[in-house]
């Protein structure tokens, strides 16, 4: 059974940085691509970032494009989200989903009404 665990979110100043972590097992993951998406109170869900297994595949939103940075330690089973710069409208819960597809729909996926995710998420807070 599929389980998850993000963490390494927290409260920080804009301009600060935040690294957040996400651990999953129970999955075959080199058949999937792994991303990040958030969402703030009475917002959409927004792909933030994904990446397949073999890294040869990154995709980015606009929104946090030369911000951000998605990476994985293989050795530690483990994905990470670099953020820099870090802007109030970052504030939102962050998760990270296995996805068995093409980084660039990321976007298009993290949106449909059955998309599934099993983590708890972490808390990202911004202030200005």
């Known amino acids: 059974q599929l389980q998850v665990a993000e963490s390494g979110g927290g409260l920080v100043q804009a301009g600060g940085s935040l690294r957040l972590s996400c651990v999953m097992s129970g999955l075959r993951l080199d058949d999937y691509a792994v991303g990040w998406f958030r969402q703030a109170p009475g917002k959409e869900r927004e792909g933030v970032a994904c990446?397949?297994?073999?890294?040869?595949?990154?995709y980015y939103a606009d929104s946090v494009k030369d911000r951000f940075t998605i990476y994985k330690d293989i050795a530690k089973n483990t994905h990470y989200l670099q953020m820099n710069n870090l802007k109030p409208e970052d504030t939102a819960m962050y998760y990270c989903a296995a996805y068995p597809g093409t980084p660039a729909a990321w976007g298009v996926v993290v949106g449909v009404p059955d998309f599934d995710y099993r983590g708890q998420g972490t808390q990202v807070t911004v202030s200005s």
């Open positions: 990446i397949t297994w073999s890294g040869s595949e990154i």
